[in-house]
DNA sequence: TCCAGGTCTATACCAACGTATAATCGGCCA
DNA sequence: TGGCCGATTATACGTTGGTATAGACCTGGA
């Protein structure tokens, strides 16, 4: 459909069955970067655009699963595709568990890692979009001044200027001054524009504490 | 923790099983109510609170994973525990995909069970919670007129009553009038207030056509 | 037929909001 | 020390929103 510049992950081990898959996937016009760890996944640079990992479970040393938490910890949310020869059960309930798009026992067929790779693709393509909005207001939301981001919340909350003025022992006037240039610099066109960028900006993860004014 | 009044099923065609799994959590203060067939666990009536589903996924005729999919359909979104004696990885990632919230395999833990039990309980109370807030929305929202259910969404989306009037060809004291109605009978406190129930009550499930005006 | 409810409108007044202009003050940095 | 920025306040004006009161019109049901 879209023709971003979309990308494959394979981390696996045996070097046969990475040049197997590998074959698969680049066959269907898919861009594919092959590591056999963890490690040399982490060491090069991947594009920037949506793809997908596809992991086997076991690795020497850290096990996929394993893996799979640290790139959540690392803030590497790239979709997860598990592969493995060897699996159980409570394996792939952990895995599916842990948020993991797939996990397919070998041998599987074609069709059902192209499927689960395309489907992880377009999550990530969405995700990546609904990231890049959200950072980008919380971008605006820093460059608003303590005092700026204190009053914002403030009407978000549904407080009136005299409200926020005497909560804050100011003049109504200034509240006003202040109202203004969030809504310049949030560029919001309305009151429930501000609203709900608000509460975006104020939503978890980075979840709002009140120290950051 | 809480003390509502909540509730465990067991559907297992196994009477064996059934006993030991409800002894087991009737041991810990839970109520039981223990099925041999889907059938019967639909035909009898469960109690008004937070509960799960202890599902075997082999069941004579239909299996525990149609099972899972025909109780969304119907609407019914208790959390679901599945157990078996002779599953494998696919069935246990269908499973999970389908939201199941544990699948655990025979012999298991007891702790794991009641584990799973007690979290499943707690996410149904989440859920129930939210669900409520939601259907009360929803009924305000109803109990308002086809006109003033379209000046709330025109006022969420942030027009001014003058552009409102302009748009529906009346007068802007007439959308005064709808507006002041919506505040009342929505039991919005501020204008950020019905910004964020307006949300709430377009939100998917039930999306918002515009036929419904 | 009468009544209730929904819809529409008007006048009048007040509160709240938005904007422009301008000025003061303190801190920080080159 | 001069300049910039953030914060604060003021005056003034215009727009927008909220409320009260009141009347008109229409439709469907008792």
Redesign the pocket.
């Known amino acids: 459909m879209t023709n971003d510049p979309s990308f494959v992950c394979i981390v696996d081990d045996d070097a046969s069955i990475r040049q197997a898959l590998a074959g698969l996937l680049r066959s269907v016009g898919l861009t594919v970067f092959a590591y056999p760890s963890t490690e040399d996944f982490l060491a090069d640079a991947r594009p920037d655009g949506p793809g997908c990992l596809v992991l086997d479970v076991r690795l020497p040393g850290q096990s996929g699963l394993e893996f799979q938490r640290e790139l959540e910890g690392m803030g590497i949310h790239l979709p997860v595709i598990f592969i493995t020869g060897h699996g159980d059960i409570p394996m792939s309930v952990t895995a599916m568990k842990a948020g993991a798009l797939e996990f397919l026992t070998k041998p599987f067929r074609d069709q059902d890692l192209l499927d689960a790779v395309h489907k992880a693709i377009e999550l990530d393509r969405d995700r990546r979009r609904d990231d890049a909005a959200l950072s980008e207001l919380r971008e605006r939301f820093q460059?608003?001044?303590?005092?700026?981001?204190?009053?914002m919340l403030l009407?978000a909350a549904g407080?009136?200027?005299?409200?926020?003025?005497a909560a804050?022992?100011?003049?109504?006037?200034?509240?006003?001054?202040?109202?203004?240039?969030v809504?310049?610099k949030m560029q919001a066109k309305?009151?429930p524009d501000l609203v709900r960028i608000a509460d975006k900006v104020s939503a978890t993860p980075f979840r709002f504490t009140g120290a950051e004014l």
């Open positions: 460059s608003l001044t303590p005092r700026e981001r204190e009053i009407v407080q009136l200027n005299k409200q926020i003025a804050l022992n100011l003049s109504e006037i200034t509240i006003k001054v202040h109202r203004a240039q809504m310049r309305s009151l």
